[in-house]
């Protein structure tokens, strides 16, 4: 399974969300590439089954000016049904936080982009440990989503997850199974 990355990062937040994300699709083993989003190509998403594409936010009426172009770009490529998974981080105390990340949904959404109904938001102030496990999480969930990988092992993994007292062991046999990367 092919994955693409891109972000666009200014203090440093989205850019750690993404190298977790990586980490997380390298230990299930995709074959990942990541890059800033200001220097892709729109058209090389093609080459790709799922990409995460993470934006900040520090204006919420626009996208980060380095995410601009790819804006841009997308009326031109076609990317119908192509697969992306969309996140960043924000100042979540907001009433509407990360809202680039919206922008940028409901243009993908136009352009026949299959855009993943889950979306991750974190805060800028979230600990490493809750962005990584989220990370994790929400790649996982997504290349779920992306791929044909059977459903089972996420719906365990996602109800043991959720109650305090396996949550674990749930971590344990979520290592143990990444022993066996699933293409
Ligand atoms: C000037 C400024 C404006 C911001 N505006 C927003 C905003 O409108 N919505 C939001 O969710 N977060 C806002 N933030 C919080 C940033 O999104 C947050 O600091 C985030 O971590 C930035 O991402 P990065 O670390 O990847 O650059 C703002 C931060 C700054 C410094």
């Known amino acids: 399974m092919k994955v693409f990355i891109g972000y666009v990062s200014l ?21 990942v590439y990541m890059e800033r989003l200001d220097t892709v190509e ?22 980060p000016y380095e995410a601009n172009e790819f804006y841009e770009e997308l009326d031109q490529a076609d ?11 924000g100042d979540l105390s907001q009433p509407k936080p990360c809202g680039a990340i919206n922008i940028l949904s409901d243009k993908m959404k136009r352009c026949g982009v299959a855009v993943y109904s889950r979306v991750l938001k974190i805060d800028k102030e979230a600990p490493a440990y809750d ?3 989220k990370c994790e999480d929400f790649a996982d969930q997504a290349l779920d989503w ?4 059977k459903k089972w092992r996420f719906l365990i993994w996602n109800r043991m997850q959720n109650n305090p007292k396996y949550q674990k062991t749930a971590y344990l046999i979520r290592r143990a199974l990444d022993d066996y990367p699933i293409k």
Not at 79 to 89: D, E, R, S, T
């Open 146 to 149: 992306g791929s044909k990988r």
């Open 79 to 89: 990317l119908h049904g192509m697969k992306v998974a969309l996140f960043g981080a």
């Open 11 to 31: 203090s440093g937040n989205t850019e750690k969300m993404a190298v977790n994300i990586r980490n997380q699709m390298m230990a299930v083993g995709c074959e």
């Open 42 to 63: 729109v058209d090389t998403l093609k080459e790709f089954d799922l990409a995460f594409i993470g934006l900040y936010t520090w204006n919420q009426e626009g996208l």
């Open 131 to 133: 962005m990584a496990r």
